[in-house]
């Protein structure tokens, strides 16, 4: 996959953005665990950042997802994970679905506005008692009249204090746990939905994160995206952008971080030399970039096939397990050469070890990430437990179904954004 002009035009106004509206509010947003949202979304959506790969006729760009690559790379040099994950969440993990499956009135109503930057979304998925194991969710929504009632509660929920509405999964019925499930959007100041707690976390600190209980929440059946009982397809399709996302996002950082420890240990002395000349300094450095090169290569190839409309569950989980392990690693090693400057709370590379911890749990854990690899080689071992013939025959036509979803297509040739 190659950037052309038009891709790197869109990476200089993040850039810029980047530098301008968040970087220099880093600090204080860590020490409130908390970031003005809405007021950030606005500029956002007034540049066309939150709409990239919507369509043009509820306010975003229409553009093929290697847009959305490039704009993660780039956003994710930014030095508040956490809003970055803020963001992904709005562009790639609660607004796909409704952007492909909502009704005209429903996305009029949640999707321009969210594209706009008035209004803030979360995605509703994980649960205390259901994480990476989606189909175990607990929360229901059982029909009366022309509303749904909804009982339950989500946990982990970024963006959740802030946010406007919801992208919520639920079980809408009986049956197999794959075919049981819908998405329904639900406004966050409806009636019976209450903000339980903010959450303190080990990293992203500049990112609200919620635990969410929803009792008798009464939204409008219309509220519901796309056909009921598809929302656990509609999800695994939502997780192929997340994952993408995720693995993209992680690029630019990485990049950083070790230029920035190439560049510190080179003025550090030591036993009358510079750390960087020692030999397992500067060729682990060596190597750790060429990691990130080949995990550059494997997100650019899963683009490129998820734009040409092909299944890239196989090669985004990859993606999304390297990202994450490689992520570990350089901040490990890096902290380390840093020696005790790494170990200050208020450096860089101190922020990035924390920060960069969650990538290999969000989104779908390591376990999961090679739980399906694994599945897609043919490896994977028969269940201790026989799965029932009507529940396996489910979950193989969920996943086949998701995967043989439409991918909009590229725009034209010199398409302007």
Known sequence: MLFTEEHQR???????????????????????????????????????????????????????????????EELGRAQCRGVVTAIG??????????????????RREFLAPSIAGESVGCLGVSEVGAGSDVASIATTARKDGDDYVINGGKMWTTNGTQADWMCLLANTGEGPVHANKSLIVVPMRSRGVTVARKLKKLGGWASDTAQIFLEDVRVPQRYRIGEEGRGFIYQMEQFQEERLFAAAGSLGI???????????????????????DNQVVHFTLAELMTEVEALRSLTYRAT????????????????????GRLSRRIADQCLQYWGGMGYMWESRVSRYFRDSRLLSIGGGADEIMLTIIAKHMGTLP???????????????????QAAAQPVPAAPPPGRSR
Do not use: N
Request: charged content about 25%; some cysteine.
């Open 254 to 276: 990485m990049d950083d971080i070790i230029r920035e420890t190439a560049d510190y240990t080179r003025q550090r002395k030591a036993f009358g030399q510079s750390i960087l």
């Open 10 to 72: 869109l990476k200089v106004t993040v850039r810029d953005f980047v530098q301008r509206e968040i970087d220099p509010h880093a600090e204080a947003w860590e020490e409130a665990e908390i970031f003005p949202a809405h007021e950030l979304f606005l500029k956002m959506g007034a540049l066309g950042l939150l709409g990239i790969t919507k369509p043009v006729e509820y306010g975003g760009m229409g553009l093929d997802y290697s847009f959305s690559v490039a704009f993660a």
């Open 89 to 106: 969440v709005q562009t790639d993990m609660c607004t796909p679905a409704l952007a492909r499956h909502g009704s005209d009135a429903l």
């Open 304 to 323: 490129e096939e998820y734009i040409a409309g092909q299944d890239v569950t196989f090669l985004a989980s990859m993606a999304k397990l390297k990202a």
């Open 382 to 400: 028969a269940r201790r437990q026989p799965q029932p013939r009507a529940e396996a025959q489910a979950e193989a036509k969920a996943e086949a």
